[in-house]
Structures are given as structure tokens and as C-alpha cells.
């Protein structure tokens, strides 16, 4: 056995280059493990050294990766020694010590001593109260708190039901979703495996009664008639497992204020479960806990995903149609801030109807909203965050309430969703899509971004949370999956982020033998983007303008741009195709229209025109007819305008702006006001 002892990140290490066949990568071992690459880089050299100590050559290509030399026997015998030591002395990671402290903490009412955790942990009284200080913050992002007291010890209050879905989302966090399907499916009866987890994970997912919460769960998808997803059947096991333990414990969820909507048949199907559990446990449930479940039951994702892109097929999958209404009013709204074709994508709409219609009713069952994506599509994606957030006064008005952030970011990945297949149409190639269902708008992201990034890509099935039986991927070149640690015998998968970073595009590059990385990769967040002044151009600005009829204004304000090289002439042909088809949805304000075309309707460089008449034309609007003012935008990507709009969009919302401008006589005048009132805000 090798004398060199390896922390718990490291064996995990260890174990994904022993299994590795070939060349790998530090981007493969990080993407793979979820690591940072600076943290890899860290633990590789004692790893290494473990490695050569145990009889490996190890080989570095530069330029290629890292191969290990090893026959088959030593590899199982040292994936043995692995097994072994982690069943013995457990030199655990700073996160990991956070783990148990957390763990600790959500499953007791009451105190733990400092001295007690710095021995359970090995560590010094000092690190102990680093480890709380983390563990604090992340209790407080569950709505929880942490209360210290010298001579008395440290503990959580906060309400029942965030403590429960505090644990429930610890859970998911330290164990990936292939050990919770296989505990799903091989449920614990003689003990939990040294592999799995720590020392106190372990101990709990014993106590807890895990068999009994599938039986309930299978029971509700019986009375349901439906199949919840994977992920939703582990989700909801662990839920009515964790409600059990803490109710023999005494811990019941608070009395609600009021009184929240009951749909009937998860009711009916919440209710059973507490017969059950009475009869099994001899647990009597309140309407409090059973409301809660019924909650769970009607929130959680289901198979049959399909896309609605009607309101008719929305309304026959159940969806009720005041979020279809809803989710109008908010597509309306932040189109002006983005691109105003999202306006008639209706996939963008029943998108958002559904995700409101998971989204909402977690608002009235008092559940937490948990949007573990929610960070970096603030970060990724700032300006679709912000015009998301603009756009949800309805919404604000049916909940009674602000809309939480969670919400604005599963939003916000609908609209980047829509941006992305506005940007590129086109598909050819034939893949097999798995989303992971615990990311509200991440398959619908996912796919979009496949789309975008290669044009010549079919997506010609959709999984969830699972890798098919083999007869349905035998159309498919390759799977690409959003979940980890899925690998079917009969295709190579490529495990990805709904993002679709480079690195992800890379990969499926490698897979398909393509020899170039294709044009339009996603813009990174942070890369500026042109303001409207920068846009427009004096030969763009036409004032005292005249036209008969609504043509007549697309022909006359499209011209300029087209003689200046910066759209073909069938994008004016565009503008005018879709007003005929789909209305003046287009008019933003009285007397103002915003035409535009889709970027591969014929863009040559990002622009806008204006053009100003001296009388208006009716366009067929009930509110905002005539039209006097029209501005022409050409996108030639999905954000490279976003800039440049969302200041249009405030300047067409201010009179001022407005009526200076119908008196503008040369385009210097026009383009001395915009400088002057165009918001600084709307540049960030």
C-alpha cells in the first residue's frame, strides 16, 4: 500500500485518471469533476507522486495531455487501495468538514459545542470558526439562521419547511445524481457504502427512510396517472424522507397565513401519502404538511416534455391559461428591451407560461425558490437579467409581491433561449439531447444554444434526467447531456452546460470531426457593446419623410441602410413579410414603430436607422396609430445590439425625446440629442 495519504478531493481525482483510457486533459479531469482548474492544478503533484509510488509511468504530452501507463490488473488492485482507504482514517477537505458541519447542524435542534466539532473534525479551534463562518453563509442563503453562544454552542432556526429544503438542496449538491438513482433503485437496507460521501452522510442517508419515500413516490405517480422524471422521483423520495424523519422528531411545518390553491388531484394525491404514512409511521399530518407535498407533487418536472407552441396545446397539457397571459405581458415588455421579434416567437411564450406555472405556485405553497444557475446567468448574461426584470410588473400584480430573483433568472435563460434562435435557424446533423430537470430553463437554453452554435445540428430527441433505452439513440451521431456521469455503452456523450461554454463546443467539435470552430461563438459577458450613439450614422437619418401607406414608411426607412451597405435589400422585404403575417406589433409607443427583420433575413453589420415623416400612416394599430417616427434596427447576433436598444427603448418612452425629435431638421440635430438624453444607466 502506498505511504502517501490523499485528502477525499484527491482519491475522486485519482480514481477519474485511473479509469481514464487514452489522453486526458486537466480541462477533462475539471470539467468531469467540477473542479476549478487552479484547484486541479493544486492537488495534482501529490497525486502524481502517489501514482509513481505505486509502480505508474506517467507520460505529459505537450500540447496533447497526460497519459498513464499501468496494465489492467494494477488498476483494479489500486482502485482497491482506494476503496480501502476510504473506509479507514478520512482526512477530509475544508468543504467536506463544512458538509458534516451543516449536516449536523440541519438535523438537531439543538446546540453543538465548538470544542465538540474541532474533535470531531481533528482541527484547531480556529478552523472550527472558519468552518462556521462558512457554513453561516451558506445557511443564510436558505433563509436560515445561525445562532452562536459562548459556553452554549452553536445552532439553525428558521422555518421548518427551509430547514427541510435546505437539506434537500444540500443533498443534491454533495452527491452527484447517479448515486441518488442508484439509491433510487437499490434502496439502502444493510448500510451505505464507504464511497458514498462522509462519515455523517452517510450515518444520515442510513436513518433516513429512503425505501419508504420511494413506495410513496410510485404510489402518487399511480394516482396521478404520469411518471415524474428521474430527478424529480429522487428529489421527491428525498423530500417525504427528510418530512418523516423530522416529524418523528416532532418538527412540523408552521401553519400557513393563508390560504394556498389546491389543485385537486395532487391534493388528492398528497392526501394519500399521508394516509400511508400514518398507517406505516403513525404519523398524523396537518393540512399544513399535506399542502406542502401536494406543492412538491405539482411543481416538480415530468416526463412527456414537450414544447407547447400554441395556447391550445398549452391549455391541453394542463398549463393554466391566466400564465399564458402573464407570460404575454412579460415576452411584450422585454422584447422592447431586447429585440422585438421575440415578441412573436411563440415558443418564447408558452416557454415562459409553463416555467411561471412551475415557478408561481412554489410562491404560494410558501416553498423556497432554488435557482443554483442563478449566479452566472446574472453574471453571463447582465443586460437579458436586467430587461427580465423590468418586464414583470403583471407578474408582480398576480403574486401580490416582488418577483424573486430565482424567478427573474429562469426568465432571463427564456429570453437568452429565444435570442439564440433568433441568431441561427438552420439544423442538419442529428444529436440526442438529456437536459437535467432540476434547472428550470436550462434544456431550453441548451438547445438553443446547440442550435446556434451548429447550424447543421438536429436535435432528434429530448431526454430528461436519464440516458435512453439503446433503440432510441440508434438515429442519433452522439448525445449530449447537461447531467453528469451518464455514459451508455452504445454512444459517446458529451457533458456539457446549458451554457454551451467554449470548451463545451469544443468537445462536440472533436466528436463530430469538424475541422473549424464556427464563427459565431457566444459572446462572453463583459465585451462592450456598441450604445445607440455609436449606431447611428447621418446618411441613416431621414427627416420630413413622405409616404402613402405602411409599405411606402418600411421602403423609405430601410433605403439608407441598404445604400450604405449595412443590410441587403431583402431585409427590407423581411420587415414588410412580417407586418403583413403577424400585425404592427412593432408600433412601441403613439406614432412610433420599431421595424426590423431577422438577423439572417440579410445583416451585414449592426445598425439603426430613423426616419421621421412629416405626416403619419396608419399601420393597423388599435392604440398607436399613426405613425410618424419609425427607427429601423439590424441585429446581426443575438446581444451585439442589446446596448444600443435598451437606450432606444428609453429614449421612445420619453416625450421629450420624442417631440424634439419630430422637430429635428438636420440628422446632426438628431444625433446631438441622442448624446445628450440617451440614459448612461442602460450602457453598463
Known amino acids: 500500500m502506498t505511504s502517501i495519504s490523499l485528502t477525499t478531493r484527491q482519491r475522486a481525482i485519482l480514481r477519474e485518471i485511473l479509469v481514464s483510457e487514452g489522453t486526458f486533459t486537466t480541462h477533462y479531469l475539471a470539467s468531469k469533476l467540477e473542479l476549478g482548474h487552479r484547484i486541479l492544478r493544486y492537488n495534482l503533484p501529490r497525486i502524481e507522486a502517489w501514482l509513481r509510488m505505486a509502480g505508474v509511468e506517467i507520460i505529459h504530452k505537450p500540447g496533447v495531455g497526460t497519459a498513464i501507463k499501468a496494465p489492467s490488473t494494477l488498476r483494479m488492485r489500486l482502485m482497491a487501495e482506494l476503496a480501502g482507504e476510504s473506509a479507514g482514517g478520512l482526512v477530509l477537505t475544508g468543504d467536506q468538514r463544512v458538509g458534516e458541519l451543516l449536516l449536523e447542524l440541519l438535523a438537531r435542534l439543538g446546540p453543538i459545542a465548538s470544542a465538540r466539532i474541532a474533535a470531531d473534525a481533528a482541527v484547531s479551534r480556529q478552523t472550527v470558526l472558519t468552518d462556521i463562518e462558512a457554513a453561516e453563509t451558506w445557511l443564510r442563503r436558505n433563509g436560515l439562521q445561525l445562532i452562536r453562544r459562548p459556553r452554549v454552542g452553536t445552532w439553525v432556526v428558521g422555518p421548518e419547511i427551509n430547514r427541510r429544503i435546505a437539506l434537500l438542496r444540500f443533498l443534491d449538491e454533495v ?249 441561427n435557424p438552420r439544423r442538419f446533423r442529428r444529436a440526442f439531447v438529456v437536459g437535467d430537470s432540476s434547472m428550470v430553463g436550462g434544456t431550453e437554453l441548451l438547445i438553443s444554444r446547440l442550435s446556434a452554435e451548429f447550424p447543421n445540428l438536429e436535435i432528434v430527441g429530448l431526454g430528461l434526467d436519464r440516458i435512453p433505452e439503446q433503440e432510441q439513440l440508434m438515429q442519433a451521431e452522439l448525445v449530449v447531456s447537461a447531467v453528469r456521469g451518464l455514459r451508455p455503452a452504445c454512444r459517446e456523450v458529451v457533458e456539457v452546460s446549458p451554457f454551451l461554454d467554449r470548451e463545451d463546443v469544443r468537445a462536440i467539435l472533436e466528436r463530430l470531426y469538424w475541422a473549424e470552430r464556427q464563427d459565431h461563438d457566444a459572446q462572453s459577458a463583459g465585451f462592450d457593446r456598441p450604445s445607440l450613439s455609436d449606431l447611428l450614422r447621418p446618411d441613416c437619418i431621414t427627416l420630413d419623410g413622405s409616404a402613402h401607406e405602411w409599405r411606402d414608411v418600411v421602403d423609405l426607412a430601410g433605403k439608407p441602410l441598404v445604400d450604405a451597405g449595412l443590410v441587403e435589400p431583402q431585409y427590407v422585404r423581411a420587415m414588410v413579410d412580417i407586418i403583413a403575417s403577424n400585425g404592427p406589433y412593432m408600433l412601441l409607443a403613439p406614432g412610433v414603430a420599431l421595424l426590423h427583420a431577422r438577423p439572417a433575413d440579410g445583416v451585414n453589420a449592426l445598425c439603426i436607422g430613423v426616419l421621421v415623416l412629416a405626416s403619419g400612416v396608419r399601420f393597423g394599430h388599435d392604440t398607436f396609430d399613426p405613425v410618424d417616427i419609425a427607427f429601423v434596427l439590424g441585429a446581426e447576433d443575438s446581444t451585439s445590439h442589446l446596448t444600443a436598444l435598451s437606450q432606444l427603448a428609453g429614449l421612445i418612452r420619453d416625450d421629450e425625446f420624442l417631440s424634439t425629435l419630430r422637430e429635428a431638421r438636420t440628422p446632426a440635430e438628431v444625433l446631438g440629442l441622442v448624446w445628450r438624453l440617451q440614459t448612461p444607466a442602460a450602457s453598463g
Request: contains cysteine; proline residues 6%; charged residues 25%.
Open 175 to 423: 452527491l452527484p445524481l447517479k448515486t441518488w438513482l442508484d439509491l433510487w433503485d437499490m434502496p439502502i437496507q444493510n448500510g451505505v457504502g464507504a464511497e458514498v460521501g462522509t462519515p455523517h452522510l452517510r450515518s444520515l442517508l442510513e436513518r433516513l427512510p429512503l425505501s419508504d419515500g420511494r413506495f410513496f413516490v410510485e404510489q402518487a405517480e399511480r394516482d396521478l396517472d404520469i411518471a415524474f422524471t428521474a430527478r424529480s422521483r429522487c428529489a421527491l423520495q428525498r423530500y417525504l424522507s427528510i418530512a418523516i424523519d423530522a416529524m418523528r422528531q416532532g418538527r412540523f411545518i408552521a401553519p400557513s397565513a393563508g390560504a394556498p390553491p389546491r389543485w385537486t388531484r395532487e391534493w388528492s394525491a398528497a392526501k394519500g401519502i399521508a394516509l400511508r404514512i400514518d398507517e406505516q409511521f403513525a404519523l398524523t399530518l396537518p393540512e399544513d404538511e399535506i399542502e406542502i407535498i401536494a406543492g412538491q407533487l405539482h411543481c416538480v418536472p415530468r416526463e412527456g416534455w414537450t414544447a407547447p407552441v400554441s395556447v391550445d396545446d398549452a391549455i391541453a397539457a394542463g398549463l393554466d391559461d391566466r400564465y399564458i397571459g402573464l407570460a404575454r405581458s412579460f415576452v411584450a415588455e422585454a422584447s422592447v428591451y431586447l429585440h422585438p421579434w421575440l415578441r412573436i416567437d411563440p415558443r418564447l411564450t408558452m416557454d415562459v407560461a409553463r416555467h411561471l406555472g412551475c415557478l408561481v405556485p412554489q410562491l404560494h405553497y410558501g416553498l423556497p425558490l432554488w435557482n443554483r444557475l442563478l449566479a452566472t446567468v446574472r453574471d453571463r448574461y447582465p443586460q437579458v437579467f436586467d430587461a427580465a426584470k423590468r418586464s414583470v410588473a403583471e407578474i408582480e400584480r398576480e403574486i401580490g409581491g416582488v418577483v424573486a430573483n430565482e424567478i427573474i433568472g429562469a426568465l432571463s435563460m427564456d429570453l437568452t433561449a429565444a435570442l439564440e434562435r433568433l441568431r
